[in-house]
Structure formats: structure tokens, C-alpha cells
């Protein structure tokens, strides 16, 4: 491994790591946003991935969230909130329908350029190369058979939060992972582009940690262990020999 690096399993996140999560939002919100002239895409997409960790946990978390209106709510509500902060505002019919166009092209996605080549090649080398991502179990399955993931990667490690009822940034989803394929936190690293559920979450399980900061958000408060990329050549660099 690289960077001086000796762990022997990787896992990596799914929405916004794996591939880009901006495009179907970009596109799900366009009818109420394009006439905004350099209306702030990235900024409105990292609220409305807040309020839907929030609400989903309000909610009980990705485990409750597969089916039923609660969860239809929730999925509205991000939208409407995230949007209101940028002064777009959506009434529940235009909530509902935002949601509805998100999911029409949530699965129409593909991997950043040279990532899946980078499990494959990680793997060539020996290492483990798992997948951690949370969200519903059937709604986040869609996305990895979406993306050719489940081609890559064995099943026995690709876990989704809402299969164990435990969401990151709990620490408790990390330590579940290394009791299911018998290995250490030690042993592992977690690459993610999220600051709370991500950073935070492997680093209190006792796990390595990779920020691949594409967007190039700011750090949180907290202090914490991580090593910072910012592209997936970064990525590589820190991940390869």
C-alpha cells in the first residue's frame, strides 16, 4: 500500500465516492432551479444529504426506510428544506415531484472514471476490497448492481447499513464488519467523502481512514486521524504501490 499504509482491506463508500451523486440531483431539481443563473448545485446537494440523514434517523434509521410513507415523507421533506435555504420553494406537490424525478435517473449512474479500476487493481495486489454504504438494503443494492459493483466485489463484503439496522457514523457498523469477515480495525481502511458519517465514524471505530474530499469541503471541528485526497489519482497514489 501506499503512503506508508499497511492495511490489507479497504472498504469504500458508495454515494458520492464510488460515483457522482450530484448528477441526479442536479438533474431531479433542474425545473425549479435553471432559471437561477450559477444557482449553487454542490451546496444545495450537501443539504439536502443532511436533512436526509436526519430525518432518516428522526425516522429510525435506514432499517425503517425501504417502504411506506414515512419514508415517502422523509424523501419529500429533504428536498423542500434543503432548496427553501437556497430560496426555492417547493410546495408538497412539487416535493413529491422532484422525488419522483431523482428517482428516475438515480440508477441511470456509472463509477468515476478509474475507480473500479482501482478495486480491481487493489485486489490483483492481495488486498480486500469491501463496500460500506448507508441507506435502505434494496433502494442501495440497486445502485451497486447499477454500477457493476457486485461483479467486483464478493457479496460477504458489501455491507448496507439498513440490512443491520446500524447507520455510520455508529461505530458499532464498522465493528460488525470486522466480526463478519474476521478482521481487525487495525487492519482496514475507509474510504468516504463524507465528513460525519465517513471521518467520524471509521476513526471512533479505531479504522484507517481516506478522505476523498472531491468537493473540497471544509473539515469539521473535530479531531480527528485522516489522509485528505482530493481526486481519485490521489486516491490511487494512497491506496497503490
Same mark, same amino acid.
Given at each position: 500500500?501506499?503512503?506508508?499504509?499497511?492495511?490489507?482491506?479497504?472498504?469504500?463508500?458508495?454515494?458520492?465516492?464510488?460515483?457522482?451523486?450530484?448528477?441526479?440531483?442536479?438533474?431531479?431539481?433542474?425545473?425549479?432551479?435553471?432559471?437561477?443563473?450559477?444557482?449553487?448545485?454542490?451546496?444545495?446537494?450537501?443539504?439536502?444529504?443532511?436533512?436526509?440523514?436526519?430525518?432518516?434517523?428522526?425516522?429510525?434509521?435506514?432499517?425503517?426506510?425501504?417502504?411506506?410513507?414515512?419514508?415517502?415523507?422523509?424523501?419529500?421533506?429533504?428536498?423542500?428544506?434543503?432548496?427553501?435555504?437556497?430560496?426555492?420553494?417547493?410546495?408538497?406537490?412539487?416535493?413529491? *415531484?422532484?422525488?419522483?424525478?431523482?428517482?428516475?435517473?438515480?440508477?441511470? +449512474?456509472?463509477?468515476?472514471?478509474?475507480? *473500479?479500476?482501482?478495486?480491481?487493481?487493489?485486489?490483483?495486489?492481495?488486498?480486500?476490497?469491501?463496500?460500506?454504504?448507508?441507506?435502505?438494503?434494496?433502494?442501495?443494492?440497486?445502485?451497486?448492481?447499477?454500477?457493476?459493483?457486485?461483479?467486483?466485489?464478493?457479496?460477504?463484503?458489501?455491507?448496507?447499513?439498513?440490512?443491520?439496522?446500524?447507520? *455510520?457514523?455508529?461505530?458499532? +457498523?464498522?465493528?460488525?464488519?470486522?466480526?463478519?469477515?474476521?478482521?481487525?480495525?487495525?487492519?482496514?481502511?475507509?474510504?468516504?467523502?463524507?465528513?460525519?458519517?465517513?471521518? +467520524?465514524?471509521?476513526?471512533?471505530?479505531?479504522?484507517?481512514?481516506?478522505?476523498?474530499?472531491?468537493?473540497?469541503?471544509?473539515?469539521?471541528?473535530?479531531?480527528?486521524?485522516?489522509?485528505?485526497?482530493?481526486?481519485?489519482?490521489?486516491?490511487?497514489?494512497?491506496?497503490?504501490?
Amino acid at each position: 500500500m501506499g503512503q506508508g499504509r499497511d492495511s490489507e482491506v479497504v472498504f469504500f463508500d458508495v454515494d458520492d465516492t464510488v460515483y457522482d451523486h450530484l448528477g441526479p440531483f442536479r438533474q431531479a431539481v433542474w425545473s425549479w432551479t435553471s432559471h437561477i443563473e450559477q444557482f449553487p448545485y454542490e451546496a444545495a446537494y450537501h443539504r439536502m444529504r443532511y436533512y436526509s440523514d436526519i430525518l432518516s434517523l428522526q425516522l429510525g434509521g435506514a432499517g425503517k426506510m425501504e417502504e411506506g410513507e414515512s419514508t415517502r415523507l422523509m424523501q419529500r421533506e429533504r428536498f423542500r428544506l434543503a432548496l427553501q435555504e437556497f430560496h426555492v420553494q417547493l410546495s408538497e406537490q412539487d416535493a413529491e *415531484k422532484v422525488q419522483q424525478a431523482y428517482l428516475a435517473c438515480q440508477f441511470d +449512474i456509472q463509477c468515476f472514471a478509474g475507480m *473500479k479500476e482501482l478495486m480491481i487493481d487493489l485486489q490483483q495486489e492481495g488486498v480486500i476490497v469491501g463496500l460500506l454504504t448507508n441507506g435502505a438494503e434494496g433502494h442501495q443494492w440497486r445502485k451497486i448492481r447499477a454500477l457493476g459493483l457486485d461483479q467486483v466485489i464478493a457479496k460477504p463484503y458489501i455491507f448496507v447499513s439498513g440490512t443491520h439496522g446500524i447507520d *455510520k457514523p455508529d461505530p458499532r +457498523i464498522f465493528q460488525l464488519i470486522n466480526k463478519e469477515t474476521g478482521t481487525s480495525y487495525s487492519q482496514c481502511t475507509y474510504v468516504g467523502d463524507s465528513w460525519r458519517n465517513d471521518v +467520524i465514524g471509521a476513526n471512533s471505530a479505531g479504522w484507517n481512514m481516506i478522505w476523498f474530499n472531491h468537493r473540497g469541503q471544509e473539515r469539521g471541528d473535530e479531531q480527528v486521524t485522516c489522509h485528505e485526497v482530493n481526486s481519485v489519482t490521489e486516491l490511487r497514489a494512497a491506496l497503490l504501490s
